[in-house]
């Protein structure tokens, strides 16, 4: 190779590898060597830089075949670039959260609100139902003890009753369906006959005239009832108030054998 003259000359050529042109030595005068060695020895100082600058590209820029063969290799793929870190929430962001978080707050306390008020007016509707319907069945109570003794006299007159002919028959029959009817009006409001016989004798409920032996009933038992007992139990009550004692005679236990 020929060695250029100046700076890094020499050293650009032997890293190019190129080797530089020679001088004609015919033709030429005393000056031709050394002109032709400064102009070879810029030529190859220019195509030394062209060739360094192509070998940095090469090796800055990898092949996709060498790509390839890394990944088969198992190596490391080039990790990427960390992502931005996010900017800090403004002051307005900060501020419409804050007033997100209240309306929340607000929706839990008013949702709370609605189902306590649902709960209340339920109970109500139910509390005045009952307190309604004890109110008819209370007014209903001296028009139902001026009729009482009415079925007593009617349920009298059907025990006793003796009937000839169709035509009697089918008038006990039209009476009996009024008393049905009535009877049937009289639940409709809480009023029901007291069953008596075969109960223990109770003063709230029941009012003896006498005691007799009985074979079939033990002591302080009711044995024989001679007036029905009646009571109202309105809708929604727990407990059914006594609106006349039934009239009964209370057994005293079988009698000497």
């Given amino acids: 190779p020929v060695f250029v003259p100046g700076v890094g000359g020499s050293r650009l050529v032997q ?15 005393a000056a031709g060597p050394a002109a032709a060695t400064s102009v070879g020895g810029l030529a190859a100082v220019a195509v030394a830089v062209v060739a360094l600058s192509r070998r940095e590209k090469t090796r800055s820029r990898p092949s ?4 390839v063969r890394r990944c088969a290799e198992g190596e490391d793929a080039p990790a990427e670039a960390a992502p931005e870190e996010a900017a800090p929430p403004s002051m307005a962001a900060t501020q419409l959260q804050g007033e997100l978080d209240d309306l929340k707050n607000l929706i839990v306390d008013k949702q709370a609100s609605f189902d306590r008020l649902t709960l209340e007016v339920k109970n109500f509707r139910n509390r005045t139902r009952s307190e309604l319907a004890t109110a008819r069945g209370m ?7 001026e009729l009482l003794p009415i079925a ?42 007291m069953v008596a ?9 029941h009012e003896a005239v006498s005691m007799i032996p009985s074979a079939d009933y033990k002591e302080e038992v009711v044995c024989n009832e001679l007036r029905a007992g009646w009571e109202l139990k309105p809708s929604g009550a727990e407990t059914a108030q006594v609106l006349r004692p039934a009239l009964v005679c209370v057994s005293s236990g079988p009698g000497p054998a």
Avoid at 64 to 67: D, G, I, K, T, V
């Fill in 197 to 205: 016989v075969g109960k223990e004798f109770n003063p709230n409920f």
């Fill in 152 to 193: 007593d006299e009617y349920a009298l007159c059907k025990q006793n009753m003796k009937l000839e002919g169709d035509g009697e028959k089918a008038i006990a029959d039209r009476f009996d369906d009024l008393f049905t009817k009535m009877m049937g009006t009289w639940k409709k409001v809480g009023v029901a006959k």
């Fill in 15 to 29: 890293a190019s590898g190129l080797q530089p042109p020679r001088a004609q030595a015919a033709g030429m005068g």
């Fill in 139 to 145: 007014a209903a109570i001296p028009v139902i003890k």
């Fill in 64 to 67: 996709a075949r060498c790509s």
